[in-house]
Every structure is written in structure tokens, then in C-alpha cells.
């Protein structure tokens, strides 16, 4: 199932617990299966591992080792990253609510603001196309050690979600203060 992007009104209307879970529901559909996430994780540790044993500089040998270390690591251990990211995705469908509570449809309630914070945390509900790409780099032995499947999530998504997290907390002080 590819989630669609969520209009303006639909976003207001969702309680928090729907919040999180499309948030986190988003998260995960961006990730490799197991059985990608597996011949990924160890085509790139082989052929790093072959760096190691048959480079020529040791310099070379102790960079695809570390990478090597850090792939059968991820390997081993592939959802280390989730649970700060439900930590995260909680606190701002949390944040979200409280806004909804006390700013929406009062007279606090600026427009702009309303449609700021729809078009920050929107990005981040639904899956776009342009994920392929990145799943694809993500097979790619080596260049994944840099840029994997969740790069994009991480680096863009998550920067966004941030973001809209750090204007709601704001926006919700400013309040607390009149």
C-alpha cells in the first residue's frame, strides 16, 4: 500500500494516535525488505572484506575494515535507529494535538502558521516515488556503507520533522507566555 499525501483538512483531522502510527508506518515502508536487507548488508561486507585482506595500503585495509565492521553490525542489528525515531514521531503527534487543542480555530490561530506546520509534517505522512532510487543505491556494495535506503528519510524527513517540531514547541510557548 503507498500512502498518499493527506489534504490540509484531513491532516487536522487526524487524533494522535493516527499521527504516529502513519508517521511510523511511513518510516518502515521505506526500508529494504529482510531478504534485500540481507544480501545488501552482505554483498558490501564481502567485498569490503576483500579490501581488507588483498589491499594494497594499509590505510585502504583500515577503512574497509571499519566499513566492514559497521555493515555486519547493521546486519546484525538493523532497526538500531527506531526507537529514537518513534520517540521522535511521538513527541511531535503530541505536539500536533496539544496545537490542535489549544491554537486551532481560536482566535491565536494565524493561517500561515496552520499551513506551515501542515506542509512540514505532511511531507513526512505519506511516500513518495523518488524513494526507488535510493532503495536501489542501497544494493549497490560500498556506496551504501554511505548512503543506504534511509538516507534520504534521515537526512531530508527527518531534518523537516525536526523542524516542524521545533516551530510547534515555539509556537506552543508563545502561547503558555500570554
Not at 508517521?23 to 564481502?46: D, I, M, P
Request: net charge positive.
Amino acid at each position: 500500500m503507498v500512502l498518499e499525501k493527506v489534504s490540509q483538512e484531513e491532516f487536522w483531522q487526524m487524533n494522535q494516535e493516527e499521527m504516529f502510527e502513519r508517521l511510523k508506518e511511513t518510516y518502515q515502508k521505506q526500508k529494504l525488505g529482510k531478504v534485500g536487507r540481507y544480501f545488501s548488508r552482505l554483498n558490501s561486507a564481502f567485498l569490503l572484506l576483500l579490501f581488507v585482506f588483498f589491499g594494497e595500503d594499509i590505510f585502504v585495509q583500515v577503512i574497509a575494515g571499519i566499513g566492514a565492521i559497521y555493515e555486519i553490525y547493521r546486519l546484525i542489528k538493523p532497526h538500531g535507529e527506531d526507537e529514537e525515531q518513534y520517540k521522535e514521531f511521538k513527541i511531535v503527534s503530541n505536539l500536533v494535538q496539544e496545537y490542535k487543542n489549544k491554537i486551532l480555530n481560536t482566535s491565536e490561530e494565524k493561517p500561515r502558521k496552520t499551513k506551515f506546520i501542515y506542509n512540514l509534517i505532511s511531507s513526512c505522512l505519506y511516500k513518495s516515488g523518488n524513494h526507488k532510487i535510493s532503495k536501489t543505491m542501497a544494493y549497490i556494495p560500498v556506496i551504501n556503507v554511505i548512503m543506504d535506503e534511509m538516507t534520504p528519510y534521515t537526512s531530508l524527513r527527518y531534518g523537516v520533522l525536526l523542524k516542524g517540531k521545533s516551530f510547534l514547541e515555539a509556537e506552543l510557548d508563545r502561547i503558555k507566555k500570554k
